[in-house]
């Protein structure tokens, strides 16, 4: 009796046994979280706001002279040219020569100047701004004027000095024979009115 109760009981252990295992075998696996990825995916860079370019400086006014003058640097012609010819050595005694400009049609403007000094044996101009110097020398110094139209046309070189000068177009106060004999640097200089940038709608204030 006590053999088959013992063998009753060693059956039944081995039942559930059996069962617990069918039971885990037919249950579906664990989900498996998934992996943390990392984004290879590359954000579009942000667009900076265009920055507007500044505006041109009033034309011959003293913001103008400025940058003409760093443009008579950066030109050969008038550089090298008027130290070749013995230009820049006719400045009595001061060691450099004044040339003023402005618009005839702007009465009230002020005048401009530029100063050009003889440099690395190059006629070099090391200032451009308002009027500096207010007692010039004839036999040295220059003063240029004509309206705003023919600058811009003797910017352009519709035609060169020597024509503006005899047809009235542009006044002119100086050494004349000296700028006969420099034609050439002179043109460059009167087409530095086209390259500098400058606004003809008004007229300058300093």
């Known amino acids: 009796m006590v053999e088959k109760f013992g063998f009753v009981k060693l059956t039944g252990a081995l039942l559930a046994l059996f069962s617990v295992a069918a039971i885990a075998a037919d249950a579906p696996p ?4 998934p992996a943390a990825t ?65 618009r005839e049609d702007c009465a009230k403007s002020p005048r401009i100047e530029m100063r050009i000094e003889k440099k690395d044996n190059k006629a070099q101009c090391v200032y451009g701004g308002k009027i500096e110097t207010q007692k010039l020398d004839s036999g040295v110094d220059y003063v240029m004027y ?30 004349k024979f000296e700028a006969m004999g420099n034609m050439g640097p002179f043109e460059n200089f009167l087409l530095l009115v086209g390259k500098v940038p400058g606004d003809a709608s008004q007229c300058p204030t300093e």
């Open 30 to 33: 664990a989900a498996t979280p």
């Open 146 to 175: 004509a309206t705003t139209t023919r600058w811009q046309e003797m910017g352009r070189g519709d035609y060169g000095p020597m024509r503006a000068m005899m047809f009235g177009r542009l006044g002119f106060e100086g050494p």
């Open 38 to 102: 990392q984004s290879t995916e590359q954000k579009p860079a942000e667009e900076k706001p265009a920055v507007a370019p500044a505006p041109a400086p009033v034309l011959m006014s003293a913001a103008w002279a400025a940058q003409a003058c760093t443009a008579w640097n950066a030109d050969a012609t008038l550089t090298q040219g008027l130290a070749a010819s013995g230009w820049i050595d006719n400045n009595a005694g001061r060691g450099y020569k004044v040339m003023q400009i402005y």
